[in-house]
T-cell receptor
């Protein structure tokens, strides 16, 4: 068990540029979640995959955001035409439904700074 | 809809003293409740979880929490604080009745400072 990994750990970009983040879940986990955490706040849910299907999206996920999980393994989160308000930590979590608990294990996050 | 309120955005305790972090939740369905810890520039690590079994839940690093339905609370305690407990702590709730996917709703967090 190597844990959830995310790449890159830090990203600095200029307003208007596109960025893409990657998340590799724990290998047997079939569920994958994305959250966003702004400074001084708790994480907020963005979207959720079960295998390759994106089953739920938050209203926070504007049309500039898109997430994919091809083949039900790693996932990418793309932000187009970044805005300064997109600056945040983007967290990925994964889980496996052995029981009804569905405990989520988090990666280290990608910190995005939009200048 | 579910929500979580953590009373006190900052808590300062002396090393060796009791740590008490308060969490109140709102949920229209039976909840699952979680406490996570976050160290600077890191992701969240699960401390403990309540999943409708025992109401007193023991977690890692000497932490425990008690589910009180009548008070809609899930407060986190540790009898004796250690310097390594300095971090931010998040309480979270999810819907126990969802069949597919349990998104977490987090509180705003409580930052713990441990004084020597």
């Amino acid at each position: 068990d190597t844990g959830v990994s995310q790449d890159p750990r830090h990203k600095i970009t200029k307003r208007g540029q596109n960025v893409t983040f990657r998340c590799d879940p724990i290998s047997e986990h079939n569920r994958l979640y994305w959250y966003r955490q702004t400074l001084g706040q708790g994480p907020e849910f963005l979207t959720y995959f079960q295998n390759e299907a994106q089953l739920e999206k938050s209203r926070l996920l504007s049309d500039r955001f898109s997430a994919e999980r091809p083949k039900g393994s790693f996932s990418t989160l793309e932000i187009q035409r970044t805005e300064q308000g997109d600056s945040a930590m983007y967290l990925c979590a994964s889980s496996f439904r052995r029981s009804s608990t569905d405990t989520q294990y988090f990666g280290p996050g990608t910190r995005l700074t939009v200048l | 809809a579910q929500s979580v309120t953590q009373l006190g955005s900052h808590v300062s305790v002396s090393e060796g003293a009791l740590v008490l972090l308060r969490c109140n939740y709102s949920s229209s369905v039976p909840p699952y409740l979680f406490w996570y810890v976050q160290y600077p520039n890191q992701g969240l690590q699960l401390l403990l979880k309540y999943t409708s079994a025992a109401t007193l839940v023991k977690g890692i690093n000497g932490f425990e929490a008690e589910f009180k339905k009548s008070e809609t609370s899930f407060h986190l305690t540790k009898p004796s604080a250690h310097m390594s407990d300095a971090a931010e702590y998040f309480c979270a709730v999810s819907d126990s009745l969802r069949a597919a996917g349990n998104k977490l709703t987090f509180g705003g967090g409580t930052r713990v400072l441990v004084k020597p």
